[in-house]
């Protein structure tokens, strides 16, 4: 096990509402990422926090957004629920050294499903 | 373009046998690869990291080609428990951790 879990494992939210996804990385950790699974596709990126900071952001709207806290979990929030916002969510924590190959390894996953 | 393509399959490979497959990505200056594996309905996991000269993990045999910018897979004497989707992933670098990922190629190990 990577040591990454995810809260909740499901959820089923309607349009317009608004969801809160949540990570706890692997100990000694200080990166999380963000990726949304859509079924039958690969992850695609949202954005990375690093030491609490949004450190590069993908292509995904405003009303996605997030959070570290000091002891690196994570929060993924989404506003105004779409129906494609239906997906697996998925986080993955990483150690960020200079210079060094940054290998991610990713939690469970919280599968959305947006009515 | 897709930044990271692969073959979808599947790729029906019977036990014991040989399977490879490859995917391209689209920037030249992309710093690092990965092989994943993904169950149904399971995470990404993380198969093996790609070096520029090759890498072996057991019956796992990577590949990086820089000049065409594509990676291989190569899996030897397959298991029933390596079936699986196969994901390509690439970190275009920049500084950041974003990963592109392929759609994945899928592997049936059949008996």
């Known amino acids: 096990e990577t040591g990454v879990t995810q809260s909740p494992t499901h959820l089923i939210k309607t349009r317009g509402q608004q969801v809160t996804l949540r990570c706890s990385s692997q100990?000694?950790?200080?990166?999380v990422s963000w990726y949304q699974q859509a079924l039958g596709q690969g992850p695609q990126f949202i954005f990375q926090?690093?030491?609490?900071?949004?450190?590069g952001r993908g292509n995904f709207p405003p009303r996605f957004s997030g959070l570290q806290f000091p002891n690196y979990s994570s929060e993924l929030n989404v506003n105004a629920l779409e129906l494609d916002d239906s997906a697996l969510y998925l986080c993955?924590?990483?150690?960020?050294?200079?210079?060094?190959?940054?290998?991610?390894?990713f939690g469970p996953g919280t599968r959305l499903l947006v009515l | 373009r897709k930044e990271v393509e692969q073959d979808p399959g599947p790729f029906n490979v019977p036990e014991g046998a040989t399977v490879a497959f490859n995917c391209t990505y689209s920037?030249?200056?992309?710093?690092?690869f990965f092989w994943y594996r993904q169950d149904c309905r399971k995470e990404p996991k993380l198969l093996m990291s790609v070096y520029s000269s090759g890498n072996e993990d057991g019956r796992f045999t990577a590949q990086l080609n820089r000049a065409s910018q594509y990676i291989s897979l190569l899996i030897r004497d397959s298991k029933l428990s390596d079936s699986a989707t196969y994901l390509c992933v690439v970190n275009p670098g920049g500084g950041w951790g974003k990963l592109q990922f392929g759609a994945g190629t899928q592997v049936v190990v059949t008996p």
């Open positions: 100990s000694g950790h200080n990166t």
């Open positions: 920037n030249s200056a992309s710093q690092s």
């Open positions: 993955a924590s990483s150690v960020k050294l200079a210079g060094a190959r940054e290998t991610q390894y």
């Open positions: 926090y690093y030491r609490e900071e949004e450190n």
